[in-house]
């Protein structure tokens, strides 16, 4: 059996800050082809991807995370280093220990302990393993998802082992997501000097109408599975340091978390509307430029979310409750392949200084993993 605490460990031991695979790709390669798994490898500009198959016959069970971490900071700024893995007082520090090294970790050691231990009559389990899901997300569970329809490879489940619990194990599973998309807003005007304002257009008023008409528009009031939308200004930018000329130029960026009332295109063109309002009623040009990083989406709940539930509370004896809250993870990726929800541990210090995970949950989220596989196949036998 692997022990998914000295996996744990070991994997934070890898200093995988995106997007450099840091050893932790080829760690578990080794691992998972050790134990009887096809291994592939799916990288991509630069970008370590793994996928992992046990197995030749469906169903097909995946599990899915990313061995990537956010910079460390300062050293010196953590009890211990950041990338030692030092367990005190039941606790495991480290960058990743709580997003996701001690997800991959746990979905691992299940995943191995279940094929080699319990293996199913008939039916696959396979990993998707990224490097590229703190950076831009172009070339890591894409890429997987990709190769995978290259080469004819399909989930027909899936679950992220993101955090997904805000205190306590077992509080929370993630059914879905906001969809998440910026907006880069430039106002044109023409400079000239303040004590000649005639000749010159100032961009600022019409971007700060502009602004504020967002800011104050309520998207929605929610829906069946989802919060209300929410939009908020990220920064406003002029560069002008002297104080007796008007700029030329002017910039901001929003943010926007939308539900399932909008997708990114409604938004696009909504928030064009409003910046050629804001532009005519001011007379100067505001041109707009978006990025977005996934759309709203969930999965219906049934079967397969109740089974996953059941599977939670049978290993802590919490009731999960279903939610769509929380920021955008690779799960936006993978809905467009197969039914995704995402189940995890506590993820309270993810990104922070100190990053830890007690022991305790990691063998906790290990035996959910192992469960949810024994109950899938078992379900899907009959």
């Not at 997300?137 to 329809?149: C, F, N, P, Q, S």
């Not at 392949?337 to 541990?345: A, F, I, Q, R, S």
Request: aromatic fraction near 8%.
């Amino acid at each position: 059996m692997t022990d998914p605490v000295a996996l744990t460990a070991d994997l934070i031991r890898c200093p995988s800050v995106t997007p450099k695979e840091g050893g932790a790709i080829t760690l578990l390669q080794d691992l998972l082809r050790d134990a009887g798994f096809r291994v592939e490898r799916a990288d991509r500009n630069g970008i370590a991807n793994l996928y992992a198959r046990w197995g030749e016959s469906g169903p097909v069970f995946g599990f899915n995370g990313h061995t990537d971490v956010v910079p460390a900071g300062p050293a010196s700024a953590w009890r211990h280093d950041p990338f030692e893995a030092v367990i005190e007082d039941g606790v495991l520090f480290g960058r990743g220990a709580a997003d996701m090294k001690s997800g991959v970790a746990a979905f691992v050691s299940a995943a191995i302990e279940f094929v080699t231990q319990t293996p199913p009559e008939s039916g696959s389990v396979a990993i998707l393993l990224t490097g590229d899901e703190e950076g831009d997300g172009v070339d890591g569970t894409r890429a997987i998802l990709d190769w995978m329809e290259r080469n004819g490879e399909k989930l027909d489940h899936c679950i992220v082992g993101e955090p997904t619990c805000p205190d306590y194990m077992g509080e929370m599973i993630k059914i879905g997501r906001r969809g998440s998309m910026t907006a880069y807003l430039t106002a044109y005007g023409s400079q000239g000097h303040t004590a000649y304002p005639h000749r010159a257009i100032n961009p600022i008023p019409g971007l700060v109408r502009l602004l504020d008409r967002l800011a104050t528009h309520k998207l929605d009031d929610g829906t069946e599975h989802f919060d209300p939308s929410t939009l908020q200004i990220t920064t406003v930018d002029v560069g002008n340091p002297a104080n007796n000329v008007i700029p030329a130029e002017a910039r901001a960026t929003i943010n926007i978390r939308f539900n399932d009332a909008h997708s990114a295109q409604s938004l696009e063109e909504w928030l064009e509307e409003e910046a050629d309002k804001a532009a005519q009623e001011c007379r100067v040009g505001i041109a707009t430029r978006f990025t977005v990083s996934g759309e709203a989406f969930f999965t219906e709940p049934g079967p397969f979310t109740d089974l996953i539930a059941e599977a939670v509370k049978a290993e802590t004896g919490a009731t999960p409750e279903f939610s769509t809250s929380g920021g955008t993870s690779d799960a936006r990726f993978v809905r467009n392949h197969c039914p995704v929800v995402e189940v995890g541990l506590v993820g309270a210090t993810m990104h922070q200084t100190d990053e830890m995970v007690e022991v305790e949950q990691i063998g906790q989220l290990q035996a959910i993993y192992g469960r949810i596989l024994r109950d899938y196949f078992a379900a899907n036998a009959n």
